[in-house]
């Protein structure tokens, strides 16, 4: 069993930003990827940003070039770093973790993050 608990969320001001982080614990050996996954009113969840199981990384295309994923493997720790935020950035953001070889998903309980225009 994997435990995922993400920190960092909040309200923030158009153009502001946040640094979201997930703290990993339990059964954690093997390829897998990790990263954020987010959810608005209304819309189905989608991927923000992960590192892939070979160790590269993915961002939606909304993103590029304003967040960026980081990692502390020490630590079992993925970062969000959000700079230049839109309203429509206003999501719950889910950390997940990903097996490599069995797919099976784990997920945060979500934090939320509000950019008030």
């Known amino acids: 069993q994997v435990h995922l608990v993400e920190s960092g969320g909040g309200l923030v001001q158009a153009g502001g930003s946040l640094r979201l982080s997930c703290a990993a614990s339990?059964?954690?050996?093997?390829?897998?990827?990790m990263g954020w996954y987010r959810q608005a009113p209304g819309k189905q969840r989608e991927l923000v940003a992960v590192f892939t199981s070979s160790g590269g990384t993915n961002y939606a295309d909304s993103v590029k070039g304003r967040f960026t994923i980081s990692r502390d493997n020490a630590k079992n720790t993925v970062y969000l770093q959000m700079n230049s935020l839109k309203s429509e950035d206003t999501a719950v953001y889910y950390c997940n973790l990903k097996r490599a070889l069995t797919y099976r998903e784990y997920w945060g309980q979500g934090t939320q993050v509000t950019v008030s225009s």
């Open positions: 339990g059964s954690i050996f093997g390829g897998y990827a």
